[in-house]
Every structure is written in C-alpha cells, then in structure tokens.
C-alpha cells in the first residue's frame, strides 16, 4: 500500500487518483487481508475505494479515472466488492471489467430511466426479471419471503433454499427503498443535504448527521465549536442506547418471550422521552449541523439525563439478569447464526456484528474523532458470534455509553454550539468515518459552488453486514431466521441508499 | 316435558361454547397484556374482531379449490360438535351419550386433516410450511392424547366424559397416574392451541409460524369462522381439563336450575384459573426451536404412556 504511485493527491486528506495497476494492486492487497475495504462510490467520473488497515484504521481513498464508463472489478477478488459494484453499475452505469455478477441491484426495472446518475436513458416501467441461484438436488425447495412481510418492517425478500426445515442458501434482494439518496445530493444546499443525510436511516439518524457534518466541516476547513463536538457525542450515544435497548428486547420477542421486549420497550421511551425533553425531538433528527449542533443542552437538560442514566442504571441488571436465566430463551441463542470471524474480518463487519465475531474494530477509538479520544471506554468484544454474542455485545455496549454521557456531561465545554462555515472553495473534498450504533459510518462529501453540495456518498454499515448473514444463516433451520436476521439488524434504507 | 328441558341444556351448552370461546380468547390476551405492564386490547376485543371480519370482502387466491371455500366450514363445525360434547356445566346432557372422548379426538383430528390440506391448496410456500409442521406436531400430540384418555378411561372404567366426572366426583383420589396424565394433557393442550412454548398465536413472523402460516391465505368471513374455531379449541382443551380433572361443581344428569347455575359459576371459576395459569406460563418461557418441539410432545406421550403401564402393574396406582 506504501509503494503507490499517485497521479495526482487531493488534499488535505489522503485521495490519491491511481492507474489500473495500482488500482489492482491494492484489490489484491485489500483482498489478500492486509486491510479493509471501507466503502466504494463513484461521482460519475471515477470510482474511489476507501481503504484502511489496523491497528489505526485510518481511511486512505484511491481513485481511478473511468472514461470510457469501466474500471476494474474490484469484486472480482474481494467479494464485499460485489454489491456496491452492482450498485454503481444501476446508478451510473460504471461497468465493473470481469464482475461475473451480471444482473442489477438496487435497479428493480421500475425507475423508468435506466443509469439515474449517468446517461439517463429512459425505459419502460417494466419489471426485471431476476435470476436468483438455482437450488439444486430432489430435496431442495425454495420459500420466498418479502418484500411484503407480516409485521410492520422495511421491505426486502430473501429466498430461502431449504432442505426441510435445514437453510441450505439464502439470497437476498434489496433495493425496495431505494430512494436516490446520492442523486438529492447533488446540487442541494447544505441545510437540505444535511437532512437528507439524517434520513437516511432513521434509526441512525444522529450518527448519519454527524457523519455529513463531519465531512462538510472538513472540505470547508471548519471546526465545530467544542461544546457542539461534545453534544454531537451525547446524542450519538443516547441513539445508541436507545437501539441497543429496542433492539434487544426486539430480539427476546422474535423467540416469542415478550416479557423482556416489553420491559427493554418501556425503558428505551425512557430514552426517547429524555432525548425529546433535552434536544425537542425524541430521535434527534436535525440536531447535528454542518458547523455545529442546532440544540444546546441547559443544565435543566443535563439533570435530566443524569436522572435518565441513574435510572437505566437500576432497571437494566434486573432484565439482563432474566435474559441470563431464562434457560427456554438462552437456548434459542446460544449457538445460533455463529459468523466466522475469518468472514467478519474479509467483509470489515463494522459495530456489534464485527466486534461479536472478534473483530475489534470501533470508529469512535480507531481511527478515533473528538470527543472520544479524550474520554474512557471500553470497546466490548466477544469472539462467539451467535445470537447471545450479539445481544451481549449490545447490553455491555449499551452500559459503556452510560459511562461516556457522565463523562460528557461531566466536563461538557461552555461556549458557543454552532459556527458559520467559511466559504469553501468550490470542489473541496471532505471524508468521515463515524460509528453509529449499527457500525461505522462512511461519509464523503464534495462541495460545490454557492455552499452547495456537489456529490455525496453515505455508506451504510449494512452493506457489509447484509451479506454475512446469508452466511450466517446456512446450516441454521428456517424458524430461527427471524432471530438472527434481528440480532444483525441491519439497515434496509441506509443500504438501498 | 323432561325430553325438552334436557334439549333446552343440551341447546344451552351448544350456544354457551359459542358465546364463551371469543371471550376466553379476549381474557388470555388482556391477561398477557397486563402481565407485562401493557392495558392491552379489552376483553370483548374478539366478537368485534370477528363480526368486523364477517363484514369483510373475502379474497381468494385464483387457483384456490373447492375445498379452501368449504374447508373453513368444516373446520368450525367439527370443532363446534366437539367442544358442545365435552360436559361443561352439567354431565350427561342429552348429546354426551352420542360421543366419547376418542369421538372428540377424532372430530378434532379431522379438522386438522382440512386445515392442513388448505395450507397447502393455494401452493404458497408458508401453507406448507405450516401443514407439515402442523403433522410433524400432530403425529406426537395425538397419540399422546390417545394414551392419556387411556390412562383415564382405565382409571374411570369408561370413555364416556359425562361418566368420568360422575367416577372422578364419588370415587376420585389423589393416583399417580391421574397425575401424570394431566401433566400430559397439559402439554398437548399448549401444542394443539398454538401456545407458547410451541407456537406463537402473536406472532407477525411468517417464518415461525404453524397454525398461522395454514391459515394466511384466508380473508373475511373464512378468516373469521377459522378464528372461531381455533377459539372454541382452547375452550375445548381447558373444559376438558376441568371436565376430567377437577369436575367439582358440575350438575349431575337432570339436575335443577339452580344445579345448572351452580355449575355455570364453577365451570367460569375454573376456565378462568386455568388460562390464568396457561398465560401465567407463556409469559415466563420463550418459544423453543421447531425440532424440540417433538421432544416436549413425546414427554407427553411417555407420561400418557407411564400412567397406563402403571395402571397394569396395580389397578391403585
């Protein structure tokens, strides 16, 4: 990765732009496992490849010229390629040279323009047909599920090749929400883009803003005041909490013990309610600015969420202690959907998914971002990787985030909580790795003229994780999916971008 | 004049199953409900479920047969027959002496036959997937049921219903037998209404789904006489409980009025401790993995089978 010959070096941060060459050398690198493969996007005109390795996972960001609409695969050798890829040849009509995988993505045939971001041709409404992996053998049945499911989720289908009750494949097929997040983008004005950008996913909704303002505040050379970085901080783990909590509880009732989704339900509004009472919006959607944040905290406020953690505090043990003893819902977790830390590695599995399966990898302490570099905690890892694992990783998660709020809260910096952003030069290019609660957070954002934004790209943790659970899943009997797809729960929208 | 009065309880009976099922339904979930700190929906909840469904357009799948149309029917009025033969306030009505309990097995066991051929009529992938769970649970519940109606009748001399109460009422004591086939019925009772350990009547996931996954294709009115059915099950299941195993209060053949009412009072006691206790359970157990469940129905079979032997190594036990 050092013997790199760039073309040209976009600074202040590491873009080089590369030939073929050493475009492949680093695939095989990356491919190889000498590094991760953080994110690939395109603005229409070349395809960049966020790399980094440990210990200090600081992205570095290799561009190729395309031309002539190709580049070379980089799926083709690094399977986690594949999907993006996929993607970027529906959105742009970028040609990956050598990706076996012919069929679309995200392009369900029903945009009514083919390549949205490219050359727009536009084409009938017409659904496309999409060939997914035969099931082969006498026994093999396939069982369709989604895109439209039983109880209130996103959309998405998984076909299911089973053997009996015993999943031998699953494939799945996303793209439902797509919602031409990169194509708003361009062109808006940054207060627009910003709330495009909390929209994401709206479950990440904070991690996703600061993501984007992380990255405006880098292209435009602006800080954020320290109090504004140190809010951002409370309220990135205030979501955390809140998910971490939801999410568990959700787990518990997908094996039909509600009692604990009931009580994990009832102290997560806990949080909701704080976060509505302190930031005027239970989720904190649009709180986090480009520049700074949009809510400051009064004391009223900080008092009140030292009574929020003082309360989760007490009523947290008690369920985690039932969670421990209730043999009936330990054997549903325990051993289920185990993903190989060898696969959690390849794919760069970010957040609870990676650090359960051995993966130590946290945004907030490598590369690392203010606050957190000035505070203590722990980043929790497991090396099981089953249900438990997971669930686990979430509740010792969930209580380290209580320790960073009374640190923030504790040393929160006076003064102002939001700054004007100095006129950028046009062009200007900002990149940010943030780690939401589902993981980290890739954000990369060009500026235009006129404090507009002229490309943007948010890469949703999901995107690595979605295809580890078709792996996970295999060997696992049917009735378990739903326990297992809730343990990764990943992001449909985040990643149907 | 005695014909008729026995003809108006028998009629009583029919009808009190019919208008008791929804609300045992209701009482389960508004328990469950305020078990975990929830008001949950109000008691009456269900006869609105079902009338609203009645008023609904009924979809049917394009391929769907003769039988999906007539199925739900069937269904209903097997398990209707079957929960009006089990003594509920009274023992020996007029109809208990057409049927025994290996009768009422059967009309239950021929229900499931319908259901099952329905989940797989339409061909959707769930239908099936429910069906051959639904077999796979079958195939251990009813022999299992059929050893522990055994293990009675050999205590009580009789298949009869109306004449195990009678026997349980004068001559019943504490029998380990007994014992270990309410043990048993207990588990079969969970299995064949869906319950947790073994199914989810609540769930939203198709993929867990047994009894519900048969019946998602179903709609309307369809839907609402299925609902009904599986409704009238649980009353089945728990009167028959009450009916073996605590018959205490019941109205012998051709009692008075006031007999009759006395046992309307002890059968609602008792159909109300028992899904106090059925929903007390659920809360306190997650739902276990589709191959145990086999396990836990063949523990049933055993106890069935062990109150019987035992029976043969002495008629005390």
Redesign the interface.
Same mark, same amino acid.
């Given at each position: 990765m050092d013997k790199i010959e760039p073309i040209d070096v976009q600074e202040p941060w590491s873009r080089v732009t590369v030939d073929a060459e050493a475009w492949w050398r680093i695939v095989l690198w990356v491919a190889a496992g000498n590094g991760v493969m953080l994110g690939l996007w395109s603005d229409g005109e070349a395809v960049h490849m966020a790399v980094a390795r440990a210990p200090d996972f600081a992205p570095r960001v290799l561009s190729i010229a395309c031309p002539d609409g190709r580049y070379p695969s980089v799926g083709l050798t690094h399977p986690p390629a594949l999907r993006l890829e996929r993607a970027l040849r529906d959105l742009y009509g970028l040609v990956p040279v050598g990706l076996p995988d012919e069929r679309p993505w995200l392009d369900h045939g029903r945009w009514g323009v083919t390549h949205p971001l490219g050359a727009r041709v536009p084409s009938p409404d017409a659904p496309l047909a999409y060939a997914f992996r035969p099931a082969e053998g006498p026994p093999m049945?396939?069982?369709?599920?989604g895109p439209v499911?039983?109880?209130?989720i996103e959309p998405g289908h998984f076909r299911f090749t089973a053997n009996g009750?015993t999943v031998v494949r699953l494939e799945q097929r996303l793209g439902y929400v797509h919602k031409g997040i990169d194509g708003l983008m361009s062109g808006a004005p940054l207060e627009r883009a910003a709330k495009l950008a909390g929209r994401v996913s709206g479950d990440s909704t904070v991690a996703y803003a600061i993501a984007f303002a992380r990255a405006v505040e880098m292209a435009s050379g602006a800080e954020a005041p320290a109090r504004a970085v140190w809010l951002r901080a409370v309220m990135a783990e205030l979501e955390r909490i809140a998910n971490h909590l939801g999410d568990i509880g959700a787990i518990?009732n997908?094996? =039909?013990? =509600?009692?604990l989704?009931?009580?994990f339900g009832?102290l997560r509004e806990r949080v909701l309610r704080a976060a509505d009472a302190c930031f005027g919006h239970r989720l904190m959607m649009d709180r986090v600015v480009p520049g700074g944040v949009a809510a400051d905290l009064g004391s009223e406020g900080i008092g009140r969420l030292r009574g929020l953690l003082a309360d989760l505090r007490a009523h947290l043990p008690p369920l985690v202690r039932i969670y421990d003893d209730?043999v =009936?819902?330990q054997?549903?977790t325990v051993g289920t959907g185990v993903l190989t830390a060898e696969l959690a590695r390849q794919y760069g599995a970010g957040g609870f998914v990676g650090r359960a399966s051995g993966r130590g990898f946290d945004a907030r302490r490598s590369p690392g971002y203010a606050p957190y570099d000035q505070l203590a905690f722990d980043v929790p890892g497991r090396t099981e990787g089953d249900v438990n694992a997971r669930v686990w990783l979430r509740i010792e998660e969930a209580r380290q985030s209580f320790a960073i709020i009374e640190q923030l809260l504790a040393r929160l910096p006076d003064g102002p909580v939001r700054a004007a952003l100095p006129p950028s030069p046009e062009g200007a290019e900002g990149l940010s790795l943030v780690e939401g609660f589902r993981g980290d957070i890739l954000a990369w954002v060009r500026l235009g003229p006129d404090g507009t934004v002229a490309r943007c790209h948010l890469r949703d943790p999901s995107w690595f994780q979605w295809p580890l659970l078709e792996a996970a899943i295999e060997g696992n009997?049917?009735?378990?999916?739903?326990l297992l797809n809730k343990s990764f729960n990943c992001s449909y929208s985040g990643h149907d971008l | 004049m005695a014909l008729i009065l026995d003809l108006a309880a028998q009629g009583a009976q029919m009808l009190l199953v019919l208008a008791l099922a929804p609300l045992l339904l209701g009482f389960t979930r508004k328990v469950k409900a305020r078990l975990l700190m929830r008001q949950g929906p109000p008691l009456l909840q269900p006869y609105r479920d079902l009338l609203r469904l009645t008023r609904k357009e009924v979809v049917l799948a394009d391929n769907a047969s003769w039988l999906f149309r007539a199925a739900p029917y069937m269904i209903f009025a097997a398990t209707w027959v079957a929960a009006a033969l089990v003594p509920s306030f009274a023992a020996g009505l007029t109809f208990s002496w057409a049927a025994d309990v290996i009768a009422i097995i059967a009309l239950l066991g021929s229900a499931r036959m319908f259901l099952a051929l329905v989940g797989m009529d339409v061909g959707t992938s769930f239908g099936g997937l429910g069906a051959s769970r639904e077999m796979m649970f079958a195939s251990l519940a009813e022999p299992a049921m059929m050893m522990i109606v055994f293990t009675v009748a050999l205590v009580a001399g009789s298949t009869q219903l109306s004449t195990i109460a009678e026997f349980m009422l004068t001559h019943g004591s504490l029998r380990v037998s007994l014992g270990l086939a309410l043990a048993g019925l207990i588990i079969v009772t969970l299995a064949e209404n869906s319950r947790i350990p073994v199914d989810n009547p609540a769930t939203h996931l198709e993929l867990t789904m047994v009894h519900e996954a048969m019946v998602l294709e179903y709609s309307g009115r369809h839907l609402a006489v299925i609902e009904m059915a599986a409704a009238l099950k649980l009353l089945l299941y728990l009167s028959l409980i009450a009916c073996i195993f605590l018959p205490w209060g019941i109205a012998a053949p051709g009692a008075s009025p006031a007999a009759y009412a006395a046992g309307l009072v002890a059968y609602l006691a008792k159909l109300t401790a028992g899904a106090f206790l059925m929903v007390l359970f659920e809360t306190s157990i997650a739902k276990m993995r589709i191959f145990r469940v086999p396990e836990f129905l063949g523990a049933a079979l055993m106890l069935g089978l062990l109150g019987t032997l035992l029976l043969f190594v002495s008629r005390s036990f």
């Open positions: 049945h396939q069982i369709p599920v499911h039983a109880g209130i009750e518990c997908d094996a =039909s013990f =509600s009692l989704h009931a009580h009832a209730t =009936s819902l054997d549903r009997i049917v009735a378990d999916f739903p | -």
